[in-house]
């Protein structure tokens, strides 16, 4: 089982940037496909970016080029960096971690683009 841990949201202005962090515990952290995932209409949750366990990153199309995803390992941590912000941007951002069998949550940390 893992538990998740997101941290690193806050209010900022259109053109900045945040760093989104999630740190994973009780299982083998490696070996997961991370990702971080918003809301969108219909109460659905929408993948924003994710990063198996090789390294090889996907991203929504509204966010490429402007968000980069990264993983440290050995601290069980997997980062969302968000440059060039838009208010559209706004939303809440839940960590999941993914492997054959399961899916599991963070609790989600709120990022609010506005001037």
């Known amino acids: 089982q893992v538990q998740l841990v997101a941290s690193g949201g806050g209010l900022v202005q259109p053109g900045g940037s945040l760093r989104l962090s999630c740190v994973a515990s009780g299982s083998i952290f490696s070996s997961y496909t991370m990702g971080w995932y918003r809301q969108v209409p219909g109460n659905q949750r929408e993948l924003v970016a994710n990063i198996n366990s090789s390294g090889s990153t996907k991203y929504t199309d509204s966010v490429k080029g402007r968000f980069t995803i990264s993983r440290d390992n050995a601290k069980n941590t997997v980062f969302l960096q968000m440059n060039s912000l838009k208010p559209e941007d706004t939303n809440v951002y839940y960590c999941?971690?993914?492997?054959?069998?399961?899916?599991?949550w963070g609790q989600g940390t709120q990022v609010t683009v506005s001037s």
């Open positions: 999941n971690a993914q492997d054959h069998m399961w899916s599991y």
